[in-house]
């Protein structure tokens, strides 16, 4: 940090860290952010990693990512409850639900809606709608899928579309942040 400089011993550091914890670093890091998956909005990178220590169902969650090319709806609902935790709500299990509730608990009073005469309402302090949140997955699974494979001469990875990317009119690769899909 700034002019210091600290020299810290990787395999003492790692003799020190269960290795369920270890073996899901890797899906722990691109899902929580990193430099090509964007990160949950004053979450840092303490909390995430206390929530997988303190509660061990999600170590294989976490491990899970970059397994497979695909991600199921059974790894995206335990990465849904994961965020949940990770937004102080650990009896919750939806993502929608919990942006609901967090909105009506700060922002509906005794009955008013209240939300038309606020200023200042910063979206980016919610957990991701279910929609956003399975392309942030698959964003992460597949940077975790690459990471998995840096020791391989010959990777066989995949083109990112439809991985959490989708390429725009010109041929350039952008995040494909969401799907909406509205009711008829």
């Given at each position: ?16 860290i ?21 990160a949950?909005?004053?979450?840092g990178i ?15 969650v ?8 695909t991600?199921?709806?059974?790894l ?7 965020v ?13 639900k919990?942006?609901?509730d967090?909105?009506?608990?700060k ?8 939300l ?5 309402f910063d979206?980016?302090l919610?957990p991701?709608c ?9 964003r992460?699974n597949y940077?975790?899928?690459?990471w998995?494979q ?11 579309e439809d ?14 942040w ?5 009711p008829q």
């Open positions: 940090m700034g002019n210091k400089t600290k020299m810290i011993h990787i395999q003492t550091l790692c003799q020190k269960e290795q369920d914890v270890l073996d899901s670093i890797l899906g722990l890091h691109a899902f929580t952010g990193c430099d090509v998956n964007s949950f909005v004053q979450k303490s909390k995430p990693l206390n929530i997988l220590k303190k509660n061990p169902e999600f170590a294989p976490c491990k899970e990512l970059g397994s497979s090319v991600v199921s709806d059974e995206l609902s335990k990465l849904e409850k994961f949940c935790q990770l937004y102080g709500k650990p009896s919750y299990s939806s993502t929608n919990l942006r609901h967090l909105v009506s608990q922002y509906i009073v005794k009955g008013q809606n209240v038309s005469s606020i200023r200042g979206i980016s919610l991701p279910r929609a956003a949140l399975k392309f942030h997955c698959l992460a940077q975790t899928l690459i998995k840096a020791d391989i001469a010959q990777p066989d990875i995949p083109d990112p991985h959490g990317w989708k390429t725009d009119g010109n041929g350039v690769l952008r995040i494909h969401c799907t909406v899909l509205v």
